[in-house]
């Protein structure tokens, strides 16, 4: 075991590992809230379309790097462009995916939370109002911060000793699960009275409310569920071999978490509008909504238990990548060290999370530019870090890498001809750049048309 990295990718398949990653809270936590308070279906119209275009071309990009040179995040850029500062680029991603770990795993601790209280009993909420249940458990310190705690130590156990055998044949069969439960939720959530009026806010878009703001989280969030613009993507495909395809892996990854983010959307609008919630509760939505509806259905706390055991197991997934690739750079020449940079990695992102975790309870009156600390956070990394990462790489591999070898690379394994490789090669070379910067602009408002939103 001389390369600790590539045993993590070796042994738990790559398309495994990357879905893993890609598939998580970005899906079931975040679109909702951010489609909730972005205008809904016209907000999920333009997150495909994204995803669709920017979100396939780039992860194609990562994709390239990480195999072409075989290395980690900062390796990869030091090897494609000797003597120059592009590994900058790398930096940048460890830098952004350690803030977003640092949010990431407090939600992570709500799910442990949710899931011990499911089985515990714990879960009737006081006056039947499920948004008071998030508030009076978010309000205690102790509660949240063990929870959180957890939550990373599951995450540091795995990843310090590298990823197990059992996680890969545990994923086969847990993700699948997880979509059927979803299917389940749906189906009820559909079928409550009233709950049309939500699927018509998920699925008839008005765009009368649509601003630069809302591009711009619509850009976020399509890179936030494909794990892009922090070369979490590079380091994952720096192992697959060169036989398999990267168009029919991206394929596959981009096709299964845009399916979850769909199920995700109509299981939770139709049950917001049904069970008279607020689409715009923010970050709380899918823990006030969610147990509302298994709460309507047969069975409904063990189902609740189960689903919140299988999202736990998404989203740490999710959180193994995250975790992998900041101590990646440390350990790859002294594996011997893992387990040390592991912990202490661990203890510095928990330590970060600590002011996102208060701020829904004794933090909730700390605001920054006027929203809490965990806003904020969410913010900075999923509007501004991700997609500057993503349009650093989209003009680093282009111009960096040669033509030739970005050729081979995309097509090798696949019958896909000479004119996808074009059309992807302008996507990322013209394209994906000058739509990044123009929602930049417009935010910052320095284009007419849609004033400063921030
Ligand atoms: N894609 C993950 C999700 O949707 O939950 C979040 C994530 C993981 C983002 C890893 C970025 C990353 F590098």
């Known amino acids: ?48 379309l994204l995803t669709l275009t920017l979100g396939v071309s780039l992860l194609l990009a990562e994709f390239i790097l990480g195999r072409s040179t075989g290395k980690d995040a900062i390796q990869a850029y030091k090897t494609a462009a000797p003597g120059t500062p592009w590994y900058f680029v790398g930096l940048l991603g460890i830098a952004a995916s350690f803030l977003l770990l640092s ?150 990854i981009v096709g299964l978490s845009l399916f979850i983010a769909l199920l995700s959307g109509l299981a939770i609008f139709p049950a917001v509008f049904a069970l008279g919630f607020e689409p715009s509760e923010g970050p709380p939505l899918i ?22 055991a299988l999202l736990l197991f998404a989203t740490l997934t999710s959180a193994f990548s995250l975790l992998e690739i900041l101590i990646a750079p440390f350990t790859k020449k002294d594996p011997s060290k893992r387990k040390k940079v592991a912990w202490t990695s661990g203890l510095l992102v928990y330590l970060m999370g600590i002011p996102s975790a208060l701020s829904f309870g004794i933090l909730s009156d700390w605001l920054i530019f006027g929203d809490i600390f965990f806003n904020q956070m969410d913010y900075l990394v999923s509007n501004i870090l991700l997609p500057l990462g993503a349009l650093l790489i989209s003009l680093f591999v282009p111009w960096k890498i040669s033509k030739s070898v970005l050729r081979d690379e995309l097509l090798q394994g ?14 990322l070379r013209f394209v994906t750049p000058l739509a990044i910067i123009i929602v930049f602009l417009y935010v910052l408002g320095w284009l007419p048309g849609i004033g400063p939103t921030i």
Do not use: C
Request: no cysteine.
């Open 287 to 308: 823990f006030i909504v969610l147990p509302a509806v298994f709460n309507e259905l047969a069975f409904g706390t063990f189902f609740f238990a189960l689903f919140a």
């Open 103 to 252: 949010f990431y795993s407090v939600v992570g601790g709500w799910i442990v939370i949710y899931f011990v209280r499911s089985i515990t009993g714990q879960l009737s909420p006081p006056d039947g109002n499920f948004e008071l249940l998030f508030e009076s458990i978010t309000a205690n310190p102790l509660e949240v911060g063990l929870a959180h705690l957890a939550f990373m130590v599951m995450a540091v156990l795995v990843v310090q000793t590298g990823i197990q055998k059992g996680i890969e044949r545990a994923s086969k069969w847990l993700m699948p699960a997880l979509f059927i439960l979803f299917i389940i939720i749906v189906i009820r959530s559909v079928t409550l009275d009233g709950a049309m009026e939500g699927v018509a806010f998920f699925l008839q878009p008005d765009f009368s409310e649509v601003t630069g703001e809302t591009f711009l989280f619509a850009l976020g969030q399509a890179f936030f569920a494909l794990s892009l613009g922090v070369s979490v993507m590079v380091t994952y495909s720096s192992y697959v071999p060169k036989r398999e395809s990267l168009t029919r892996s991206a394929g596959s």
């Open 414 to 427: 696949s019958n896909l001809g000479s004119g996808f490789f074009s059309t992807w090669l302008f996507m």
């Open 1 to 48: 075991m001389t390369n600790q990295s590539e045993q993590w990718t070796s042994k738990i398949g790559f398309i495994l590992a990357a879905a893993g990653s890609a598939i998580g809270l970005g899906a079931v936590w975040k679109l909702p809230y951010v489609a909730g308070t972005n205008g809904g279906a016209a907000f999920f119209l333009i997150f495909i």
